[in-house]
């Protein structure tokens, strides 16, 4: 079984970086699918990027294509979302997130789709 913990988030100003990581315990089968998603306040949680766990094969949201890049370590359960140049919208909770799946396929962008979920980490981008 695996479960996503050990998100860890920060403060930044915009135009800056900041790098999380989710450290995965258990297991992760080569077809699982992994994922960041986001909340902010007052609004559902969406789609950030996501990952296929052998392959590699990535996908991210519109919103944070070409800032954003999401990677991983297959031999430390490491997945990480490198986030780069920063906004004020980008403020929000963000999650990492597991699909598990018998086979490779497309990548969900729904966070129903998805059955192992870390605890959160809030990033917060002041002007």
């Known amino acids: 079984e695996c479960s996503a913990a050990g998100v860890w988030g920060g403060l930044v100003q915009a135009g800056g970086s900041l790098r999380l990581s989710c450290a995965a315990s258990?297991?992760?089968?080569?077809?699982?699918?992994m994922g960041w998603f986001r909340q902010a306040p007052g609004k559902e949680r969406e789609f950030v990027a996501a990952?296929?766990?052998?392959?590699?094969?990535?996908m991210y949201s519109d919103s944070v294509k070409g800032r954003f890049r999401i990677s991983k370590e297959n031999a430390k359960n490491m997945l990480y979302l490198e986030m780069n140049s920063l906004l004020v919208e980008d403020t929000a909770d963000y999650y990492c997130?597991?699909?598990?799946?018998?086979?490779?396929?497309?990548?969900?962008?729904?966070?129903?789709?998805?059955?192992?979920w870390g605890q959160g980490t809030l990033v917060t981008v002041s002007s």
């Open positions: 997130a597991a699909e598990i799946r018998s086979r490779v396929g497309p990548i969900s962008t729904t966070s129903s789709a998805y059955d192992y």
């Open positions: 990952i296929i766990w052998r392959g590699g094969k990535v």
């Open positions: 258990g297991d992760i089968f080569s077809t699982w699918i």
